[in-house]
Antibody, heavy 124, light 105 residues
Framework: EVQLVESGGGLVQPGRSLRLSCAAS????????MHWVRQAPGKGLEWVSG????????GYADSVKGRFTISRDNAKNSLYLQMNSLRAEDTALYYC?????????????????WGQGTMVTVSS | SYELTQPLSVSVALGQTARITCGGN??????VHWYQQKPGQAPVLVIY???NRPSGIPERFSGSNSGNTATLTISRAQAGDEADYYC????????FGGGTKLTVL
């Protein structure tokens, strides 16, 4: 079964850090780009960051650039998001999502598999 | 920066056809993807590259894209189709529309 399972969320004070993880199974992880997408309570979807299959291409939303770092460990079938200098506006459910493009460095593919998300709450 | 415009809500009678639009400047030149999200659940891809259905998505779901508007069409709407629907494109980065809440009456 193809599956993505996020972990690492929680309550954190403004200015502090948190590291999210996403464990992948059921597909050849190192063939696909991966992404983080977040959803603030009662709001829509916001793409946060993406990383290509070989980590050669990485992108960030302007709202997190310079504060968040995406990475992956293909040997462990895992995706990560290091979040520093957290703000109240970073409060959201963070989803891990698989890109449809197989070993394709072009952009603009759909996300065909999503995890259930991990909640991050930034509050004092 | 590129913007995507979706209606906040769309209503459809049970068994009728619902159309959800996603507007953007020359969006017809871009690949548009659509997601369905039910309350408390993760998004599910229902249409990719304008008009392609992933495995397991009913034929009642279809998509089109031309000019400044992409459209997700849901034929023979069912109660189980009630959800939020989001369009997605690429324009220097991944962008999502604001989402449309579909109500089946």
């Amino acid at each position: 079964e193809v599956q993505l399972v996020e972990s690492g969320g929680g309550l954190v004070q403004p200015g502090r850090s948190l590291r999210l993880s996403c464990a992948a199974s059921g597909f050849t992880f190192d063939d696909y780009a991966m992404h983080w997408v977040r959803q603030a309570p009662g709001k829509g979807l916001e793409w946060v960051s993406g990383i290509s299959w070989n980590s050669g291409s990485i992108g960030y939303a302007d709202s997190v650039k310079g504060r968040f770092t995406i990475s992956r460990d293909n040997a462990k079938n895992s995706l990560y998001l290091q979040m520093n200098s957290l703000r109240a506006e970073d409060t959201a459910l963070y989803y891990c999502a698989k890109d449809m493009g197989r070993r394709d460095d072009s952009s603009g593919h759909a996300f065909d598999i999503w995890g259930q998300g991990t909640m991050v709450t930034v509050s004092s | 920066s590129y913007e995507l415009t979706q209606p906040l809500s769309v209503s459809v009678a049970l068994g009728q056809t619902a159309r959800i639009t996603c507007g953007g400047n020359n969006i017809g030149s871009k690949n548009v993807h659509w997601y369905q999200q039910k309350p408390g659940q993760a998004p599910v891809l229902v249409i990719y590259r304008d008009s392609n259905r992933p495995s397991g998505i009913p034929e009642r779901f279809s998509g089109s894209n031309s000019g400044n508007t992409a459209t997700l069409t849901i034929s023979r709407a069912q109660a189980g189709d009630e959800a939020d629907y989001y369009c997605q494109v690429w324009d220097s980065s991944t962008l999502f529309g604001g989402g449309t809440k579909l109500t089946v009456l």
